[in-house]
């Protein structure tokens, strides 16, 4: 088991800009950003195979957010820009050493809780003027 501590979460403005990070005590094979509102299911924003390959990106974050790695550190970092309200949630780094892809609404794709084994403790990100 690997174990993830994010860091980065807070309060902004709406178009504000935000960079989440993320720290893994150990080498995985792929790394997510998940983020959940109270009531609703934990839906995938971005995630990464730390060896390259495709980046995934959820299509209500896509353009504005970025998923990077620093494979030397174990590092996944989640640059969020444009923010908006609707982006507030607590977000939830993920990790896993399998990474099977999920095929979902009609492709496969890395952005399914159920395929990740780790997960961090949560960032609270606000969006509010």
């Known amino acids: 088991q690997v174990q993830l501590v994010e860091s980065g979460g807070g309060s902004v403005q709406p178009g504000d800009s935000l960079i989440l990070s993320c720290v893994a005590s150990?080498?995985?094979?792929?790394m997510g950003w998940f983020r959940q509102v109270p009531g609703k299911e934990r839906e995938g924003g971005a995630a990464i195979f730390t060896l390259g390959g495709n980046i995934y990106y959820a299509d209500s974050v896509k353009g504005r957010f970025t998923i990077s790695l620093d494979n030397a550190l174990n590092k996944v970092f989640l640059q969020m820009n444009s923010l908006k309200p609707d982006d507030t949630a607590m977000y939830y780094c993920?990790?896993?050493?399998?990474?099977?892809?999920?095929?979902?609404?009609?492709?496969?794709?890395?952005?399914?809780?159920?395929?990740?084994?780790?997960w961090g403790q949560g960032t609270q990100v606000t969006v509010s003027s």
């Open positions: 993920a990790a896993d050493r399998s990474c099977q892809l999920r095929f979902q609404n009609g492709t496969w794709s890395l952005l399914n809780r159920t395929i990740f084994a780790d």
């Open positions: 150990g080498h995985t094979y792929c």
